[in-house]
Nanobody
Framework: QVQLQESGPGLVKPSQTLSLTCTVS??????????WSWIRQPPGKGREWMGA???????DYSPSLKSRTSISRDTSKNQLTLQLSSVTPEDTAVYYC????????????????WGQGTQVTVSS
């Protein structure tokens, strides 16, 4: 059973960088052919895919967030990290990490495991 657990500060000030960690247990983040995504859901809105890192370490980002987003990994700790710079109150959301397979053309992700999510509020 794969488990994902998001962690990080619940409150971030505007213009700062949001940094979250996803700790994975029960399976290696380097296992072929899985992709590890960060997804967020602002209050009252739908889920938004932010980006992903593959089993080999390659990354893919949402075009709308690419300039502010960085996803990395530490295979020794089996952890993923999300950094989102220059945050504004519009970045307030529940942030999730999820494991999935990349399928189709154009590619989409089919997820089989999700973290419980972590609330991040951007406010001064």
């Amino acid at each position: 059973q794969v488990q994902l657990q998001e962690s990080g500060p619940g409150l971030v000030k505007p213009s700062q960088t949001l940094s979250l960690t996803c700790t994975v247990s029960g399976g290696s983040i380097a296992m072929a052919y899985y992709y590890w995504s960060w997804i967020r859901q602002p209050p009252g809105k739908g889920r938004e895919w932010m980006g992903a890192i593959s089993y080999s370490g390659s990354t893919d980002y949402s075009p709308s967030l690419k300039s502010r987003t960085s996803i990395s990994r530490d295979t020794s700790k089996n952890q993923l990290t999300l950094q989102l710079s220059s945050v504004t109150p519009e970045d307030t959301a529940v942030y999730y990490c999820a494991r999935g397979l990349r399928v189709g053309i154009p590619p989409t992700y089919e997820y089989d495991y999700w973290g419980q999510g972590t609330q991040v509020t951007v406010s001064s």
